[in-house]
DNA sequence: TGTACATCAGTGAACGCGCGTTCACTGATGTAC
DNA sequence: TGTACATCAGTGAACGCGCGTTCACTGATGTAC
């Protein structure tokens, strides 16, 4: 991982290993507020796994928060490369909305799967924090805007008399789910299907049921 | 609100005005949490909210936590109450899926919003306490059998291969969605629609395009 | 290449503060005869 | 109907503890000549 561009959370850096103090810190961060949670993890436990004293935490970061804040932007910069990486109108060059649909959702499932503590936490513990809220809202709106591009060049399959809108809205529909749904739910909540298979299948089902995608005739 | 059926987490009562007193203490916890979040409001704010003394709400509550379960108790019971009312099957004798769903989720739209506050903490805070989640859990349960009730037996206007699935999984969408689109959206996030009649226009939409209910031809 | 000095990285004990919880007490309500 | 006693309701100052944050310090790295 690249030298963090999001500097404002953190102190400048001048010599390099401060760079490696960094990232080992964020990894004990991820870590353990994957496992317990934010405001369960102290900050001596943080620096302890990552073979620090407390202070080095502090020589790296303003606060706390601003650590958490940086674990979302390393998160967000990820998500970001992975989402133009994906949908990449070449990769997709004659493909049907059902596939573009159905490997994305397959996909979102399995991210929110492999990645449940992480987003969890995100989510979860920093819908108080406005800064917070707006990055992942940008995350969001580019999601969507690449979606957009692939679905709509093929608009023509589409009922719904707003495609555009129809595209985001559904794609809300489908992050709210899965926060239900995987995040969420740690005891098989009623109605949730129990294989994430089934899950991406029915949340495609619900998602071109939404935009009212014909059956080719 | 008639004495509260469950003792679990409150002190037995004596006398009649101790239930006043747990009435009064749940009333200000409920207004302040839903200002401020559960964790933001002491225990002091709410004992000076109602008019009490810190000591009286360790007097009728085991602690903060428990005051907090009673609270969803409260809630619980009266979104129990609320459910029973309105999917009375008498009550939509000879109404459409249509009719009936569109009607149910202008409801709870309404719901969402006007609660707003209480809904957001009860789920964003609680999450981890397993036990409010299984009630959580049971009244969902609930409602998607109220739902179901009314729903499959016009069964043969719905095109999903497993009905009863559907409609529970369809529920879930509509919660999942509604939190995201009004209990943990502060600043009109992309994608969702901008008013709630326009919000309950298209999550009945989705519903309905979801469980494949045909055009009636 | 070596020496002297400045800056940076990281230590960890100590601090401080907020807040949940307790507990000895006062006053109010109910009960027995 | 009144008196004595027991129990209950509520007070609020004091406690205690966890945890984020600080700060004086040591050792490491870089720079100048």
């Given at each position: 991982m690249k030298p963090h561009p999001h500097l404002h959370w953190v102190r400048p850096v001048q010599q390099a290993r401060s760079q490696q103090t960094i990232e080992r810190l964020l990894d004990a961060a991820e870590t353990l507020i994957a496992d317990k949670g934010f405001s369960d993890v102290t900050v001596a436990q943080i620096a302890a796994r990552a073979g620090f004293s407390v202070g080095a935490v502090y020589s790296r970061f303003r606060d706390k928060q601003g650590l958490l804040h940086c674990l979302q932007d390393r998160f967000v910069d990820e998500a970001y490369l992975t989402t133009d990486a994906a949908f990449d109108p070449d990769r997709w060059e004659g493909a049907s909305i059902e596939e573009i649909v159905s490997e994305m959702i397959v996909f979102l499932v399995e991210i929110h799967r492999e990645r449940r503590g992480v987003l969890r936490e995100l989510l979860g513990r920093t819908r108080y924090d406005a800064s917070m809220v707006e990055r992942r809202e940008r995350l969001n709106a580019h999601i969507s805007q690449r979606l957009s591009a692939l679905l709509l060049v093929r608009a023509?399959?589409?009922?719904?008399?707003d495609p555009e809108a129809a595209v985001s809205f559904g794609l809300r529909i489908v992050f709210g789910t899965l926060e239900q749904a995987i995040?969420?739910?740690?005891?098989?909540?009623?109605?949730?299907?129990?294989?994430d298979d089934k899950l991406a299948e029915e949340l495609t089902r619900a998602f071109l049921g939404y935009l009212g995608v014909f059956e080719r005739t």
């Open positions: 023509e399959r589409i009922g719904h008399p995040l969420f739910n740690d005891t098989g909540a009623y109605g949730v299907p129990a294989s």
